[in-house]
């Protein structure tokens, strides 16, 4: 083999890169394979960190792992910082939640005596109250709820900044597409490269989003159950910032969000759809985002528009993110984050690395899809 590596990461995402951060912070010789780094569903990420204005009915497992990361994420962002040299645009002012009509308000009502049985830190807020902390939103907003905990980041710089700490490190980044794995005695041992290398490694992480279901060679009882999930964003240009804080909200039973950024963009997203690896921006899917994006801040109407994207989150049957080794000796996971690649990455690459509580780890197992081989 070309090459000899203690862990290879397959796939150049935020997850992806984090992992391979970790573990070149502990001294292991690594490798990313990607044929086009930081391009996918990161590039189009809101960047949104906010397990407690994003938490649904059912998915209390998610919250745990989404809190658990969260906690980190100060820690994360200072020695990433200090590592790259690069500003992440790390903020921790909270997120508004707010609803738009009475049924919007009776809906956020019941979510807010969910997140009380939970003991989540959320305040209750008056329409008033709403605009007294974020001025541009409507008139018409009936109420909501600020989750102070809750934080963003904007995933573009940190991908650009985990890919000089990578550079830093010694780090092999090799732009190219795994065609296959190499195995020995039923244990991968590398992978095969489109060109035409085969590069060895003690240990094979896959994080390849939503293609993380179609690597060559993984034995089908093994190919983590992923489906791409689409999402269209689009960012606003304003010459000074249009909110201080993260607004997301329901109006007329669909969630929009808004996100600032210190120089003045405002992200809106995004959509959810079912689509296959369609990634078309369509003119339908932006309507809807600025649709409802105006109802709660009608001054977006007027912002210069920077980009439009569409992005392919990587879904679960359980929509919990796939984490930790398979079945396969030398073979581990970490996909499927959906919506939450950004928040989890953090938690992600300590779960790979072996550094954090084995309780989260269960969770996101990849073995409760597996038959034992």
Same mark, same amino acid.
């Given at each position: 083999?070309?090459?000899?590596?203690?862990?290879?990461?397959?796939?150049?995402?935020?997850?992806?890169?984090?992992?391979?951060?970790?573990?070149?912070?502990?001294?292991?010789?690594?490798?990313?394979?990607?044929?086009?780094?930081?391009?996918?569903?990161?590039?189009?990420?809101?960047?949104?960190?906010?397990?407690?204005?994003?938490?649904?009915?059912?998915?209390? $497992? #998610?919250?745990?792992?989404?809190?658990?990361?969260?906690?980190?994420?100060?820690?994360?962002?200072?020695?990433?910082?200090?590592?790259?040299?690069?500003? +992440?645009?790390?903020?921790?002012?909270?997120?508004?939640?707010?609803?738009?009509?009475?049924?919007?308000?009776?809906?956020?009502?019941?979510?807010?005596?969910? =997140?009380?049985?939970?003991?989540?830190?959320?305040?209750?807020?008056?329409?008033?109250?709403?605009?007294? #902390?974020?001025? =541009? /939103?409507?008139?018409?907003?009936?109420?909501? #709820?600020?989750?102070?905990?809750?934080?963003?980041?904007?995933?573009?710089?940190?991908?650009?900044? +985990?890919?000089?700490? /990578?550079?830093?490190?010694?780090?092999?980044?090799?732009?190219?597409?795994?065609? @296959?794995?190499?195995?020995?005695?039923?244990?991968?041992? @590398?992978?095969?490269?489109?060109?035409?290398?085969?590069?060895?490694?003690?240990?094979?992480?896959?994080?390849?989003?939503?293609?993380?279901?179609?690597?060559?060679?993984?034995?089908?009882?093994?190919?983590?159950?992923?489906?791409?999930?689409?999402?269209?964003? =689009?960012?606003?240009?304003?010459?000074?910032?249009? #909110?201080?804080?993260?607004?997301?909200?329901?109006?007329?039973?669909?969630?929009?969000?808004?996100? $600032?950024?210190?120089?003045?963009?405002?992200?809106? @997203?995004?959509?959810?759809?079912? =689509?296959?690896?369609?990634?078309?921006?369509?003119?339908?899917?932006?309507?809807?985002?600025?649709?409802?994006?105006?109802? /709660?801040?009608?001054?977006?109407?007027?912002?210069?528009?920077?980009?439009?994207?569409? @992005? +392919?989150?990587?879904?679960?049957?359980?929509?919990?993110?796939?984490?930790?080794?398979?079945? +396969?000796?030398?073979?581990?996971?970490?996909?499927?984050?959906?919506?939450?690649?950004?928040?989890?990455?953090?938690?992600?690459?300590?779960?790979?690395?072996?550094?954090?509580?084995?309780?989260?780890?269960?969770?996101?197992? $990849?073995?409760?899809?597996?038959?034992?081989?």
């Amino acid at each position: 083999m070309a090459h000899r590596f203690d862990i290879l990461v397959i796939g150049g995402g935020v997850v992806g890169l984090s992992v391979a951060w970790r573990a070149a912070r502990q001294g292991l010789k690594t490798a990313v394979v990607d044929p086009a780094p930081a391009s996918g569903a990161s590039h189009a990420a809101a960047g949104m960190l906010a397990p407690v204005s994003e938490v649904t009915y059912t998915e209390e $497992p #998610l919250l745990r792992l989404g809190l658990a990361s969260l906690a980190r994420w100060p820690a994360f962002a200072a020695e990433l910082t200090a590592d790259s040299g690069h500003d +992440l645009g790390y903020r921790a002012d909270g997120t508004i939640d707010v609803a738009f009509d009475s049924d919007d308000l009776e809906a956020l009502d019941a979510l807010a005596a969910f =997140m009380d049985k939970l003991g989540l830190p959320v305040e209750r807020l008056t329409g008033r109250e709403c605009r007294r #902390l974020e001025p =541009m /939103l409507a008139p018409s907003v009936r109420g909501g #709820l600020l989750a102070g905990g809750d934080a963003w980041v904007d995933p573009r710089r940190v991908t650009k900044a +985990l890919l000089a700490a /990578l550079e830093r490190s010694g780090c092999a980044l090799m732009r190219t597409r795994v065609t @296959g794995l190499e195995t020995a005695s039923e244990t991968v041992t @590398g992978v095969r490269l489109a060109t035409g290398e085969t590069v060895g490694a003690a240990r094979v992480v896959l994080a390849a989003g939503a293609w993380s279901g179609a690597l060559e060679g993984l034995p089908p009882a093994v190919l983590p159950p992923v489906r791409p999930i689409k999402g269209q964003i =689009m960012r606003l240009r304003s010459p000074s910032p249009v #909110l201080q804080r993260c607004v997301r909200g329901v109006v007329h039973g669909t969630p929009v969000y808004l996100v $600032p950024r210190l120089d003045g963009e405002l992200v809106v @997203g995004a959509t959810q759809e079912e =689509m296959g690896f369609d990634t078309r921006v369509t003119a339908g899917g932006l309507w809807e985002l600025l649709r409802d994006a105006r109802e /709660l801040v009608p001054g977006v109407t007027e912002l210069e528009v920077a980009d439009v994207v569409a @992005g +392919l989150r990587p879904g679960t049957p359980d929509n919990l993110p796939l984490i930790g080794p398979t079945s +396969l000796p030398g073979m581990s996971v970490a996909t499927g984050h959906h919506r939450g690649g950004v928040l989890l990455a953090p938690l992600t690459a300590d779960l790979c690395a072996g550094e954090a509580d084995p309780e989260l780890l269960k969770i996101c197992s $990849p073995l409760r899809f597996q038959e034992p081989r």
